[in-house]
């Protein structure tokens, strides 16, 4: 699996953006996907991920009601609406394929199979 985000860009805190990220290769409908975001200096950090139905999704605390993870398995593609952006939201974002994700290890980057490329995601004050 292939998979390439897009969307990102440089916006005022309390805008919004949409993240993309199309698969190719193979269907995405076996795998649960994520979003995970990295800045300078820090880890990679867990973002949202949605499992493989599209029925459960899950959120780190401090995207909880700004964020919405949602997926279109027939498009293969999955998205990240981001309202009400902050500065701390400032990161380059990933977007995450795993096969074996469950929800003990879904924050956890190692879980996830298929990496995409990232899109920088710059929140201005």
């Known amino acids: 699996v292939q998979l390439q985000a897009s969307g990102g860009g440089l916006v005022q805190g309390g805008d919004s953006l949409r993240l993309s990220c199309a698969a190719s290769?193979?269907?995405?409908?076996?795998?649960?996907l994520a979003w995970f975001r990295q800045s300078p200096g820090k880890e990679r950090e867990f973002v949202a991920a949605?499992?493989?139905?599209?029925?459960?999704?899950y959120y780190t605390d401090s995207v909880k009601g700004r964020f919405t993870i949602s997926r279109d398995n027939a498009k293969r593609t999955v998205y990240l609406q981001m309202n009400g952006l902050q500065p701390e939201d400032t990161a380059v974002y990933y977007c995450?394929?795993?096969?074996?994700?469950?929800?003990?290890?879904?924050?956890?980057?190692?879980?996830?199979?298929?990496w995409g490329q990232g899109t920088l995601v710059t929140v201005s004050s």
């Open positions: 995450a394929a795993g096969a074996r994700v469950i929800t003990s290890n879904l924050g956890n980057p190692t879980a996830y199979d298929y």
């Open positions: 949605i499992a493989r139905s599209g029925g459960a999704t």
């Open positions: 290769g193979r269907t995405i409908s076996g795998y649960a």
